[in-house]
């Protein structure tokens, strides 16, 4: 069925989506009633309204609890990468998206001038070939100039890295994990390979030699992993990505 217009008309879209004081960008669009057709309506709003966007010191982008479906991604992804926009942090759960969206938010992950800390797409239509395609960006990523993997995020010189925060679950590709019952934590092995297979193309060493295979995944599952911090963050090196939620509450390999 037809959804409605969006809550807010475009007219008010500046107290949602504005440039702070402190030269944050903040875009709070959740529940705004948005699909592609109003996503493309905010993108041609945004590019004049918001022009300035690439010189802020980090983005917050939330459009969570809406109807964008793959199309929408996009439009919002090619907006963000044409304004240069240095996004910490992407609310995009409880929409439609699929594998398509996965593969324009990897585009964003490889173009963005700076690493993403949170991204957040549980409750969509992502199955794990989706899945894979995001974590292979993610894995591939360079940081700046010096060619250095982007991940995990180290958000200050001499400060300890962190895994990138990815909410992956209540998608398709859990459902995926009935095909091998045996271990509950196939979709992250799975997915482990995915970042496997790039950082060895990139011929990206996985770890200091001489020791055992490194902990690629953590799934958040022990007291002490959140947004900011990792159990496993004086390892070397540190994981890549939390994928809290999905599979048995311990790192992956």
């Given amino acids: 069925s037809k959804l409605p217009g969006p809550t807010v008309a475009p007219g008010g879209?500046?107290?949602?989506?504005?440039?702070?004081?402190?030269?944050?960008?903040?875009?709070?669009?959740?529940?705004?009633?948005v699909d592609d057709k109003v996503m493309k309506t905010w993108c041609d709003w945004a590019r004049s309204a918001l022009?300035?966007?690439?010189?802020?010191?980090?983005?917050a982008i939330d459009f969570s609890s809406n109807s964008i479906c793959d199309?929408?991604?996009?439009?919002?992804?090619?907006?963000?990468?044409e304004l240069k926009v240095p996004v910490h942090?992407?609310?995009?759960?409880k929409n439609r998206l699929g594998r398509t969206a996965c593969e324009a938010i990897g585009r964003l992950v490889l173009g963005l001038p700076c690493a993403l800390r949170e991204l957040h797409l549980s409750h969509n239509y992502i199955d794990l070939s989706g899945a894979k395609a995001l974590?292979?960006?993610?894995?591939?990523?360079?940081?700046?100039?010096s060619g250095q993997p982007a991940y995990p995020v180290a958000p200050e010189p001499h400060v300890r890295p962190i895994p990138l925060w990815l909410r992956l679950e209540k998608n398709p590709l859990e459902g995926?994990?009935?095909?091998?019952?045996?271990?509950?934590?196939?979709?992250?092995?799975?997915?482990?390979?995915?970042?496997?297979?790039?950082?060895?193309?990139?011929?990206?060493?996985?770890?200091?030699?001489?020791q055992g295979p490194p902990l690629l995944l953590c799934s958040a599952g022990r007291q002490g992993c959140s947004v900011g911090t990792?159990?496993?963050?004086?390892?070397?090196?540190?994981?890549?990505?939390?994928i809290p939620h999905i599979g048995s509450p311990h790192s992956v390999m």
């Fill in 176 to 210: 995926q994990r009935a095909t091998r019952p045996e271990t509950g934590d196939w979709l992250l092995e799975e997915m482990a390979r995915a970042i496997v297979r790039k950082r060895h193309e990139k011929g990206w060493p996985m770890g200091p030699p001489g």
């Fill in 71 to 81: 199309a929408g991604a996009i439009m919002l992804v090619d907006l963000l990468l």
């Fill in 13 to 33: 879209w500046g107290e949602l989506s504005r440039i702070t004081k402190s030269h944050w960008l903040r875009v709070d669009m959740a529940g705004q009633r």
């Fill in 51 to 59: 022009g300035a966007a690439g010189s802020c010191k980090a983005a």
């Fill in 135 to 145: 974590l292979e960006a993610v894995a591939s990523s360079s940081s700046g100039c």
């Fill in 89 to 93: 942090q992407i609310w995009l759960q």
């Fill in 230 to 242: 990792c159990i496993h963050q004086l390892r070397t090196p540190c994981p890549l990505v939390h």
